[in-house]
């Protein structure tokens, strides 16, 4: 494999891992709480289909934008009254979630446009376009670097770096401020935390909104910047993937970022086939390296890679003493 490929597959795995990336931090908020959250899946399918049906409709990407995050936020909010108020079984009704947004994408997007439930392609300013970073031209002669930050690290969308910034964001948030320490303390010991009068309910809400949002822009970035609009079932198992991740990392922002690198690069692999077979010099099938991402899930979910202890109250619904 020559450089020249090796930057192309790093650019590919920087796309791919961007969603993951954004749902595994999701997860992180809404679990680190004590919420465990299976609809990861669902909120980041409803978004794509709201972004790209706004998009579609508004001509604009950032109202699509706000239209994903805005349609995440509802599941979301449906998810805390299921889990927070009533105390009913979090990971049921975070299934239920998937199993709605399922159906629910389809229908709303074919009674809109009629396309079997895709919607029109986005072109324009329904698109989040790529963005060249600074000084790309001056350092396109330096060796090795000069390629690297033009092709790998530059002409992205503004969504990619914005799920960037949001790993060292979330690692501030939750170990340098009060409401991180709260937030932490929730998952651990809720009852602790409520004798220090401070909300279970408020603190738990916050999270499963913070996961809202960005579940929110992870679909608005399948829908408007990775792909040219929603399709049927586009997140295609991604939000079990980035759960897959999250327990990788042992609920921690900065490893979440190398374990969804890791998903991404896998994704990344499956789209060149031909660097794999020119490498082992032998006929990989097709099949095989697309489900390489599942199988890594599968293994990480058996424990394979180490033992990963959640939060002590996690999938407990509290119940206040009187």
């Known amino acids: 494999m020559d450089y020249a490929t090796l930057l192309q597959i790093l650019a590919s795995t920087l796309r791919l891992a961007t969603p993951l990336l954004l749902a595994c931090l999701a997860g992180l908020y809404s679990e680190r709480s004590g919420i465990f959250d299976i ?26 934008l706000a239209a994903g995050i805005g349609a995440s936020l509802l599941l979301a909010a449906l998810h805390g009254v299921a889990s927070i108020t009533f105390r009913g079984n979090q990971l049921i009704s975070g299934v239920a979630l998937n199993f709605v947004a399922s159906g629910a994408t389809v229908l ?3 009674a809109l446009f009629q396309q079997g439930g895709r919607t029109p392609p986005l072109t324009g300013a329904a698109r989040f376009e790529p963005l060249a970073l600074p000084f790309v031209d001056t350092l396109k002669g330096v060796p090795l670097f000069g390629p690297f930050y033009a092709q790998v690290l530059s002409g992205h969308s503004i969504l990619v770096y914005l799920a960037l910034a949001a790993v060292p964001a979330s690692w501030w948030l939750l170990y340098r401020t009060r409401f991180g320490l709260r937030l932490r303390a929730v998952g651990e010991n809720p009852e602790s935390v ?22 929110g822009v992870a679909g608005a970035y399948m829908a408007t910047a990775l792909q040219a609009g929603f399709g049927r079932e ?6 079990y993937i980035a759960l897959a991740a999250l327990i990788f990392a042992k609920w921690r922002p900065w490893s979440a970022l190398w374990a969804t690198l890791l998903f991404g690069f896998l994704q990344a692999l499956a789209l060149r086939p031909d660097v794999i077979e020119g490498t082992l010099h032998m006929k990989i099938p ?11 899930t599968v293994i990480v979910l058996a424990g394979f890679v180490g033992r990963a ?9 509290y119940v206040k003493e009187r």
């Open 286 to 296: 097709v099949s095989f390296l697309d489900a390489l991402p599942y199988i890594l």
């Open 234 to 239: 586009m997140t295609a198992g991604r939000g």
């Open 39 to 64: 609809g990861l899946e669902g909120k980041m399918l409803m978004a794509a289909m709201a972004s790209g049906a706004i998009a579609a409709m508004t001509g604009s990407a950032w109202i699509g």
């Open 108 to 110: 709303i997007a074919q």
């Open 309 to 317: 202890i959640p939060p002590r109250a996690g999938g407990e619904p």
């Open 194 to 215: 409520d004798t220090a009068g401070v909300s279970v309910i408020r603190l738990r809400y916050t999270a499963v909104a913070l996961t809202g949002v960005l579940c």
